[in-house]
């Protein structure tokens, strides 16, 4: 059973960056890390995702350009680095993890391991 914790989130105001962290206790058995955000009322919503091992990266339609997504390996680590926030940003967000290779990186059932959430709330 793989563990993730997010943290990094905040009240920040539009325009400002802010960059989320996810620990995994265990990456040997993960082909797959992603993001998914979740506003009220709305589907979770897929963010970005990395192969762990490669580096491949991909992104979803809504934030590419804005938000980035790197690693650090040695310390089993995902971030998310989110620019230029806007009110819209607004959301819980998620790390996932999938130890399944050739998954859809877009579907959220797809990954069977979830954080807790953190919560950012951007200001108008």
């Known amino acids: 059973q793989v563990q993730l914790v997010e943290s990094g989130g905040g009240l920040v105001q539009a325009g400002d960056s802010l960059r989320l962290s996810c620990a995994a206790s265990?990456?040997?058995?993960?082909?797959?890390i992603a993001w998914f955000r979740q506003a009220p009322g709305k589907e979770r919503d897929f963010l970005g995702a990395i192969r762990w091992s490669l580096g491949n990266t991909y992104y979803g339609d809504s934030v590419k350009g804005r938000f980035t997504i790197s690693k650090d390996e040695p310390e089993n680590t995902l971030y998310l680095q989110m620019n230029n926030l806007k009110p819209e940003d607004t959301a819980v967000y998620y790390c996932?993890?999938?130890?399944?290779?050739?998954?859809?990186?877009?579907?959220?059932?797809?990954?069977?391991?979830w954080g807790q959430g953190t919560q950012v709330t951007v200001s108008s």
């Open positions: 265990d990456t040997f058995s993960l082909y797959y």
């Open positions: 996932a993890a999938s130890p399944i290779w050739g998954i859809s990186v877009i579907e959220a059932a797809n990954y069977p391991y």
